[in-house]
């Protein structure tokens, strides 16, 4: 028993980092609101999005897994029209390396954040982003693919046991979460709340992160079982963190909320100092994992377009995920808002999420692909709704930031 528990364990890869990635700062703060303003009565949502989520993942890892190839590779080979695998290979690197650039600065505020709450010493604030920035460098230069995985794996893991002690703390009600979970149900003013739970969760830079962290840990289609038990229980597991957050926001008897501490500060009288204590460490982890990611994902992208070889030990791949790191230190250290990159970051993943939903339901229904491995009619008819969804999320991101919305 204990040595199949350790071989399950051994399998626990790339997902984890999928989970880590859309566990940021961003998620924890929706999840906040949400909690806050609504209970549980979005639950449902974070359920429905961490399902989207696992479909398109189990895809892109399947794609990865028996191409042995990054999933802009496949499209860039399977598109035969020039002017579209162009466009398309254009609307990937807009979004996934400025994009990624732009939103850095988030990922390294959230550990911020957090960590200034483990740290007394006030005259050491103001150099916390370049800390952080400094150990996420080191990690990157020096760790391999095993070796990051390691370092996530525990991250994730002290993340999640921080926010699910924080939700069991405040001692929920199971039957009004499994309500809130089974029974769909839309509060007045809780649209956009649900819109933007879904867009937190399913990011469209985990897709190309993923088939590229396939290959890296296994090479072999008999390990398709494996890519879909580790796709599984990673996102799951992110779900649940992220429905802990929402639960523990909930019991929050303040109104406004704009980040997570500040849900911790209005625990603190009623539940002491560890739920706050808790929550930063959950918040710098979950900030570190996702300032990892970012990075990471923008140089697999720029590897895969470009056709670098060499993986995490080229130069060129070294080059940009430092670039998008420095944006990050850059931006938080120097309170700069590049507001109108982060415009054209928001409209460039608003196209990009359905544009790679699309490609990616095509690519996995293709036999000269994918083999007997390409898609079932159940695998289809999910795949389907998800893509209608996605293209749901990206009109409405790009509405929004067009005034429209």
């Known amino acids: 028993m204990l040595q199949n528990q350790r071989a399950m364990f051994k399998k626990i890869g790339p997902g984890v980092l999928v989970a880590a990635a859309f566990v940021g700062p961003g998620t924890i703060t ?3 609101l949400a909690g806050a303003q609504f209970g549980y009565d979005l639950i449902w949502a974070l359920l429905v999005s961490i399902m989207a989520t696992i479909v398109l993942q189990a895809m892109t890892g399947r794609i990865g897994l028996v191409t042995q190839s990054g999933l802009v590779d496949v499209v860039r080979t399977e598109l035969k029209i020039q002017w579209v695998k162009n466009m398309v290979i254009a609307i990937v690197l807009g979004a996934i390396l400025i994009g990624n650039a732009a939103y850095e600065a988030g990922n390294i505020g959230g550990a911020t954040l957090g960590l200034e709450q483990l740290v007394p010493q006030q005259q050491l604030r103001p150099f916390l982003p370049v800390i952080i920035g ?12 095993k070796i990051l995985e390691k370092i996530f794996v525990g991250l994730v893991g002290i993340m999640g046991v921080s926010f699910i002690i924080c939700a069991v703390i405040t001692q929920p009600s199971i039957s009004e979460i499994l309500k809130g979970m089974l029974i769909p149900k839309l509060p ?17 830079y985990n897709l190309f992160l993923h088939a590229s962290l396939v290959k890296e840990k296994w090479s072999s289609k008999s390990d398709l079982k494996a890519v879909n038990w580790d796709t599984i229980v990673s996102i799951g597991l992110g779900g649940l963190v992220s429905m802990a957050i929402l639960i523990t926001a909930s019991a929050a008897p303040i109104s406004e909320i704009n980040n997570a501490l500040d849900m911790a500060m209005a625990l603190e009288p009623l539940f002491g100092k560890m739920a706050f204590l808790f929550m930063a460490i959950g918040l710098l982890a979950a900030g570190i994992t996702s300032a990892i990611t970012a990075p990471l994902a923008a140089a697999y992208v720029a590897s895969s377009c470009f056709g ?14 430092a670039i998008v790191l420095l944006c990050g230190v850059v931006f938080l250290s120097f309170d700069i808002k590049p507001i109108e990159v982060i415009q054209f970051a928001q409209v460039a993943n608003g196209i990009l999420l359905p544009v790679m939903a699309s490609l990616l339901l095509w690519v996995v229904n293709k036999k000269s692909v994918m083999g007997e491995n390409k898609n079932s009619l159940l695998q289809n008819v999910f795949g389907i709704t998800i893509v209608v969804f996605a293209i749901f999320l990206g009109t409405k991101s790009i509405f929004k930031v067009i005034g429209l919305f």
Do not use: H, R
């Open 30 to 32: 929706m999840c906040t």
């Open 134 to 145: 400094g150990i996420i460098f080191l990690l990157l230069w020096f760790s391999s693919y």
């Open 188 to 204: 007045e003013n809780g649209l956009l709340t649900v819109v933007a739970l879904v867009g937190t969760t399913v990011v469209p």
């Open 308 to 321: 670098w070889e060499g993986g995490m030990q080229d130069k060129k791949f070294k080059m940009v995920w």
